[in-house]
Every structure is written in C-alpha cells, then in structure tokens.
C-alpha cells in the first residue's frame, strides 16, 4: 500500500512569514514548494506575456486573474515529484474561484496553516523586507539580517514592499480568504505567527507530526 504524500497548504496575510516558513518547511520534508508570488515576480523578470499581465495587478495590491494562476500551479501539481513526494502550496488557493479550480481537480490538502499576526506586525515586516536576487532567499534588516556585507549588497526591495501598497494588499487579502478558508474549515489549523521564526516553525513541525495526520516516514501506517 502506497504511501499518500503530504501535502499542505499555508496562508496568511502579506508579510505574515509565509515564505519564510515555506523554505524551513520544504527544506525538512523535502516537498515541492509552489509559491505563486514567486513565479509570478519570475516571469515578471524575465519579461513574459504572463509577467507583463500580472504585473499591472501586483503593483496595485490586486489578484492577477484565474487565466495566469490557475494554469502555472495546475502544471507544477502535475509534475510527478509534486505527485509522488507531496507538495506545500504558498498563497495559493488565495479566492473562492482558484479553491474552486482544485476542488473540480480533486485536490486538497492533507492539512491547511493559516499564520495569524497582527497588522501593525505587518506593516513593520513588509517595510525591513529584502530579497537575496540570487538565492531567493527572503531577509529582514532588523529580524533576519543577511550574515555577510557582500549578501547585503546585493539585496533588492519588492516594488509592492511599501506602506500604501501593502495597506491595500492587508484588505484584499481579508477581503478575498474569507470564501476559501470556509472551504478548508475542516483542514485549518491556526498557528500564532507573532513570535520568532524559529518558535513558528516548532509549532509547525507540531501540526505536521501529529499523529492523527499521516506523514510518510514520520508516523507512516502500513
Ligand atoms: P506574494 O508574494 O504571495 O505576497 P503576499 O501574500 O503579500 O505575501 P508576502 O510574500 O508579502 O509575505 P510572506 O507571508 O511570504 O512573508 P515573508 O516570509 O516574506 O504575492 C504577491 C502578489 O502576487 C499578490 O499581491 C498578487 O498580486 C499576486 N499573487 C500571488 N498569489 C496569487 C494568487 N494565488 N492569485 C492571484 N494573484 C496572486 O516574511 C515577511 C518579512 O518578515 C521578511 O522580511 C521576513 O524576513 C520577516 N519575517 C518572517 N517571519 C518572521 C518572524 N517570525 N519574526 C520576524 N520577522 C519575520
């Protein structure tokens, strides 16, 4: 009897750390992370028809249409590592219609985070935030600082990554997660996303290995 792979979805608001446990997350389990931000801001660099779309949307805080999302996480989905060793979906399903998309598919999670954190968190969050061009990898100036001055450097600052801009994001997000999160009511569990990074992620590793969610390997029963 085969194994079923993990496969988990985690939400919050901008800034509430979801990339940043995403990485600890699919780094220890070994599952394919789909963050829809991030392939968007790729095809946004590397100038595509999707990325010129989208852009316009991101840039005011707004969802880029179901016609670009829905495809790019569909085809990831699909991709038989995602299949086989389970898969963390980052910002995505983020409306009644993309939930919608992978209920008619026949995909659902085997457990749904939502980080919860309060807004003027937030707003501090998003203002330090800075993104390593090179690795992806996600720092703060004052709660995650890069550990070299050839890093720092390099470091960029997302173009929706100002107050205004993520005030607007704050109220779509409410706005917009209110439908899905009534869809997963049965796989949600809320995690405090207001303390260290490190604390976030031990109550994540908590909800993951609990036994009554099946993890292969961990609490696998045969
Ligand atoms: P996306 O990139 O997903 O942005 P978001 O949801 O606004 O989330 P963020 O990336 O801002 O935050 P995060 O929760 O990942 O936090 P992070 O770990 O970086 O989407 C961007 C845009 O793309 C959307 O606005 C939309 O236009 C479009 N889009 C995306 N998905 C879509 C979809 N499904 N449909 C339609 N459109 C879509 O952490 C934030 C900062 O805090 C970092 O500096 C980090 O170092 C720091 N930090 C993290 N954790 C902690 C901690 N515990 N303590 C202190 N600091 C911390």
Redesign the pocket.
């Known amino acids: 009897h085969e194994a079923e792979p993990l496969k988990v979805m985690i939400a919050?608001?901008?800034?509430?750390?979801?990339?940043?446990?995403?990485e600890l997350i699919s780094k220890k389990y070994g599952l394919t992370h789909i963050?829809?931000?991030?392939l968007?801001?790729a095809e946004v660099a590397a100038g595509t028809e999707y990325g010129k779309k989208?852009k316009e949307?991101?840039d005011q805080?707004?969802?880029?249409?179901?016609e670009?999302?829905v495809t790019m996480?569909t085809q990831k989905l699909a991709q038989s590592h995602a299949k086989k060793k389970g898969w963390l979906l980052?910002?995505?399903?983020?409306?009644l219609s993309?939930a919608e998309a992978l209920q008619a598919l026949g995909i659902k999670p085997s457990i749904f985070i939502l980080?919860e954190v309060p807004e003027d968190i937030l707003i501090d969050?998003?203002v330090?935030?800075?993104i390593d061009p090179i690795t992806g990898k996600?720092?703060?100036l004052t709660?995650?600082p890069p550990k070299t001055p050839e890093i720092a450097s390099r470091l960029i600052q997302?173009s929706?990554?100002t107050v205004d801009r993520a005030k607007l994001?704050l109220q779509?997000?409410a706005k917009n997660m209110e439908p899905v999160l009534s869809v997963y009511k049965d796989f949600i569990k809320k995690v405090d996303?207001?303390?260290?990074?490190d604390?976030?992620f031990a109550e994540i590793i908590k909800i993951l290995e609990d036994p009554e969610i099946f993890l292969p390997g961990v609490n696998a029963v045969v």
Do not use: E, F, N
């Open positions: 919050g608001a901008p800034a509430s750390g979801k990339g940043t446990q995403c963050a829809t931000g991030d968007l801001r989208a949307y991101m805080g707004k969802l880029v249409p179901d670009v999302v996480v980052d910002g995505y399903p983020r409306s993309q980080l969050r998003v330090g935030r800075r996600i720092y703060h709660y995650s997302r929706d990554d994001r779509m997000h996303g207001d303390a260290d990074k604390a976030v």
